[in-house]
């Protein structure tokens, strides 16, 4: 039988590290987050200095007095602090000439929102740190309030659908976008369905870091929060990327490409069905959301280039 | 003194503290600029440019990083210097605390400015007095070389094994900032040779990468409780640790400044000014004067002010008659100034003598030396057994 060149698997990515963290963490059911958490020292190794801050990951990644559910290095920081706290850690390290990969990972209240700040400014110093962002579209660890990276439309607890209220009426921060456009050395979109994207992404991740700024943002559908079945979070990770809600694409030094490419992308209907924190929306209002969509999508696909 | 005789400058206190922090070789520090220490970030950015320190310099895009970045360089094993002044020492504030929870031997310096509120670009000590609570280390200098040399034992002080707290190294913003006085910039090798001690005490816990060690745990009960139980009895050491840094100091350079406080004129004194920061100088004048008019009056120079020097006050206080205590801040929900308040909690002590409390000096205005001896007189009147006001905002009665 002879084997013709084949795509990489998923686990050709895997380095052969253990898997850091421990069974039964704290975690909810089916949450995307824990498979990130997971995934991403899989891919990039154990030996990496995690930065954090209060988020959904925070409860495992912080351990409790003396004890963790993970084994790995972990940097505390505060959601005001993480891509600055991480700054210091790196330049520390290229002063003493340490090779070590310093990773921030947060939610996207800290990324969008209230640690938008520094994170913008270490883009903007070209700081040699990798930023993985996990989308949950909101305040889920606090109990589903809105972000700025919640979509238009969306029922959170502090925009809630009402009598006269449709959601949260303003579209989402493109928070990756933002980060291509500041010059970033790498930034690419990820998610779980597809993995070997992600993977691959990771991988290159750790080679730019070398040059500057890298910025990952991976769309985490949250269980409890957007109300969807706690085995279907991956499959609305999928419908995501096949509506083009959510495009995978990636930006080396500026340069764009859609990393996977929808050929007949599905009318997101199909995607805000399977979750419940739009159920509220009436067929003009998805109509609009359609709208919203293709608006985005268009703008990436016109940056990207065509090979 | 053992010490090389440094060679002497003309500069200003912001380019003095560049000058102490230079000498003290930080592997990372943040500049971001704000009225009165912009020019700190400069000289640090200067030195920098030039070659002359081989640290990392990192330009945040707001004081909140500054902070977070030296947390961060701190607790991965780094020395780390920033420094701001006032709104910047307020948007830093979370990071303030959490710094000190880490223990993480940060040196900033702070030239003492107005807290917003009111919109005041000029000195004053409310800025520190918003932060007492924070977990740091705080010390207060009177004059430019004070802060060269105080600059380079905090780092003995926060460093030390023992310690492992944050040090805030304060000075008059726009008076001291601003002025130049003729500095002597010790040589390097004495530097290095100060500091070297740090090097010989056990490895202080810091992140490395493959080992999981966490910096920054949920402290959950008793856990919690623990871990601020060994915060607390860190910054209690640090007073007598002040002191002996002081000492040794002064043996290897030849200048000391009393540790935790200095005392001048006090050992056959009635009653007590106590001062902080530039004030002390016009002070020692005004002793100086009242002394030849017969009062017998000391003054106590307080130069650290967390952890409280109790102690040491204590044994100098100790059977004066009555104590006058200038501040350059307000004390909200106490009608009294903020060091006047902590000076009466001294009373179990020294037992009950008039304590007056005087405000002065906020937003730029001059504490004269006639503001100064009109103060000794009244602590004077009051230690005779008159009546007196308890407290006295002195700009608003001129």
């Known amino acids: 039988m002879t084997k013709q060149k084949k795509k990489p698997k998923i686990y050709d990515y895997f380095k052969e590290t253990e898997d850091p963290y421990a069974g039964g963490v704290a975690w909810c059911p089916g949450c995307t987050l824990e498979l990130t958490a997971r995934f991403v020292p899989k891919v990039l190794g154990n030996d990496i200095i995690l930065v954090g801050c209060p988020c959904c990951a925070a409860p495992v990644l912080y351990g409790q007095n003396l004890g963790t559910w993970h084994r790995l290095s972990y940097f505390s920081s505060l959601m005001t602090g993480v891509a600055s706290s991480a700054t210091g850690i790196s330049r520390y390290y290229r002063k003493i000439g340490r090779d070590a990969t310093v990773v921030c990972f947060t939610g996207d209240g800290c990324s969008a929102d209230v640690g938008f700040q520094p994170l913008s400014g270490a883009a903007e110093r070209n700081e040699r740190i990798i930023y993985i962002t996990y989308d949950n579209e909101g305040y889920m660890n606090t109990g589903y309030q809105r972000s700025s990276t919640t979509p238009m439309g969306a029922s959170t607890s502090t925009t809630p659908a009402g009598t006269i209220s449709h959601g949260k009426p303003t579209p989402a921060k493109n928070v990756p976008l933002l980060m291509a456009m500041q010059g970033a050395a790498y930034a690419a979109t990820a998610t779980l369905s597809h993995l070997d994207d992600f993977a691959r992404k990771l991988t290159k991740a750790r080679q730019k870091i070398k040059e500057g700024f890298v910025y990952i943002h991976v769309f985490s559908p949250c269980v409890m929060g957007w109300r969807i079945e706690a085995d279907m979070s991956i499959q609305v990770c999928r419908m995501a990327v096949r509506t083009n809600y959510f495009p995978l694409w990636e930006a080396e030094n500026g340069r764009f490409r859609l990393t996977h490419e929808v050929s007949s992308p599905k009318p997101v209907q199909e995607y805000l069905r399977l979750i419940r924190k739009f159920s509220h929306l009436k067929e003009t209002e998805i109509n609009e959301f359609q709208q919203m969509v293709d608006r985005k999508y268009a703008v990436i696909k016109r940056l990207c280039v065509t090979e | ?398």
């Not at chain 2, 230079?22 to 704000?34: G, H, K, N, Q």
């Not at chain 2, 920033?82 to 959490?98: N, P």
């Not at chain 2, 030849?292 to 020097?309: A, C, S, Y």
Request: glycine share 10%.
């Open chain 2, 1 to 398: 003194m053992i010490a090389q005789k440094g060679k002497k400058m003309v500069i200003t206190g912001n380019a003095t503290a560049a000058y102490g922090a230079m000498l003290c070789r930080p592997d990372v520090a943040t500049s971001y600029p704000i009225t009165p220490m912009s020019e700190v970030a400069e000289q640090l950015s200067a030195f920098r440019a030039n070659g002359l320190m081989e640290t990392e310099m990192v330009e945040v895009e707001g004081e909140n990083s500054a902070m977070n970045v030296v947390a961060g360089a701190s607790m991965a094993g780094g020395r780390t210097f920033t420094a701001t002044s006032s709104w910047g020492l307020s948007f830093m504030y979370d990071a303030v605390q959490h710094a000190a929870g880490f223990r993480a031997p940060i040196v900033m310096v702070i030239a003492n400015r107005e807290a917003p509120g009111i919109l005041a670009v000029s000195g004053g000590q409310q800025d520190i007095i918003s932060v007492r609570d924070a977990g740091w280390i705080q010390i207060i200098v009177e004059e430019g070389q004070e802060i060269l040399d105080t600059i380079i034992m905090a780092y003995r002080l926060a460093e030390d094994y023992d310690i492992q707290l944050p040090v805030m190294v304060n000075y008059d913003g726009f008076y001291l900032s601003y002025m130049a006085t003729a500095i002597e910039i010790p040589e390097q090798t004495d530097v290095d040779h100060f500091l070297a001690t740090l090097k010989e005490q056990p490895k202080r816990q810091v992140l490395e990468p493959g080992v999981a060690l966490g910096c920054g745990t949920h402290g959950i009960e008793k856990g919690f409780v623990e871990l601020r139980y060994r915060q607390c009895v860190a910054m209690e050491r640090a007073a007598a640790k002040l002191d002996e840094i002081d000492r040794e100091f002064g043996e290897l350079f030849g200048r000391s400044y009393g540790g935790q406080i200095e005392e001048y004129r006090i050992d056959d004194a009635d009653i007590v000014v106590v001062a902080s920061g530039g004030v002390a100088g016009t002070a020692k004048v005004a002793v100086d004067t009242k002394r030849e008019q017969g009062i017998k009056v000391g003054l106590i120079k307080l130069r650290l002010f967390r952890p409280f020097p109790r102690q040491r006050l204590v044994e100098a206080l100790n059977g004066k008659k009555a104590i006058g205590v200038i501040d350059r801040s307000v004390g909200f929900g106490w009608d009294c100034g903020p060091m006047a308040m902590e000076l009466r909690a001294l009373t179990p002590e020294i037992g009950i003598v008039p304590i007056l409390s005087y405000i002065d000096g906020l937003a730029n205005l001059d504490i004269t030396i006639p503001h100064i001896e009109r103060a000794i007189d009244e602590v004077q009147s009051a230690a005779l057994g008159k009546s007196y006001q308890e407290v006295t905002w002195i700009p608003l009665e001129e």
